[in-house]
T-cell receptor
Framework: DVKVTQSSRYLVKRTGEKVFLECVQD?????MFWYRQDPGLGLRLIYF???????EKGDIPEGYSVSREKKERFSLILESASTNQTSMYLC??????????FGPGTRLTVT | AQSVSQHNHHVILSEAASLELGCNYS??????LFWYVQYPGQHLQLLLK??????LVKGIKGFEAEFIKSKFSFNLRKPSVQWSDTAEYFC?????????????FGTGTLLAVQP
């Protein structure tokens, strides 16, 4: 079974803090993705990576950055957290051409 | 830009009723299509997918979807729903032939099945 794990299920941070969300997959997948999920808006792509050290912006990259130093790990960084970044963050991975496999999500609250 | 529309935001059905959830996309070229489901408290999981071939696709738990290219649609169906089908359903489209496997998601449909 494919396993995508995320470092925290729940996280509470203060405005202005630097926040790291970690995602690890155990299936040697080339592609990895970060989404945020908000009620009524569905899933929106923040960043994705199709190879180590490669990254591309998704639809809503502002306020976020990513890092992929190893194939199995894809990190999402909030440089200076703001209240409008309170959301559910989902990580996913996939091989070249097939469906994506999702992690359990991290519910981030910024106060 | 490519967009995916799910017109039913919230659907309430009784057990044994039939289900059809709409999904329309805007891209006119080759697409890969997906339906994902998120049960309460669980992670997103794949229900079914269409890449090519038979436009009627069967997925897990008795779900099926039909790709109608002329209507840019990929509607999800189930003949008889159960209480355990209560979940949020997302349609998703890949429009770059899988070059990046990037997906565009619809806004989701929340299905509540009453026993």
């Amino acid at each position: 079974d494919v396993k995508v794990t995320q470092s925290s299920r729940y996280l509470v941070k203060r405005t202005g803090e630097k926040v790291f969300l970690e995602c690890v997959q155990d299936m040697d997948h080339e592609n990895m993705f970060w989404y945020r999920q908000d009620p009524g808006l569905g899933l929106r792509l923040i960043y994705f990576s199709y190879d180590v050290k490669m990254k591309e912006k998704g639809d809503i990259p502002e306020g976020y950055s990513v890092s992929r130093e190893k194939k199995e790990r894809f990190s999402l960084i909030l440089e200076s957290a703001s209240t409008n970044q309170t959301s559910m963050y989902l990580c996913a991975s996939s091989p070249r051409v097939t469906e994506q496999y999702f992690g359990p999500g991290t519910r981030l609250t910024v106060t | 830009a490519q967009s995916v529309s799910q017109h039913n935001h919230h659907v309430i059905l009784s057990e044994a009723a039939s289900l059809e959830l709409g999904c329309n996309y805007s891209y006119g070229g080759t697409v890969n299509l997906f339906w994902y489901v998120q049960y309460p408290g669980q992670h997103l999981q794949l229900l079914l997918k269409y890449f090519s071939g038979d436009p009627l696709v069967k997925g897990i738990k008795g779900f099926e979807a039909e790709f109608i290219k002329s209507k840019f649609s990929f509607n999800l169906r189930k003949p008889s729903v159960q209480w355990s089908d209560t979940a949020e359903y997302f349609c998703a489209v890949n429009d770059d032939g899988g070059a990046t496997n990037k997906l565009i998601f619809g806004t989701g449909t929340l299905l509540a099945v009453q026993p």
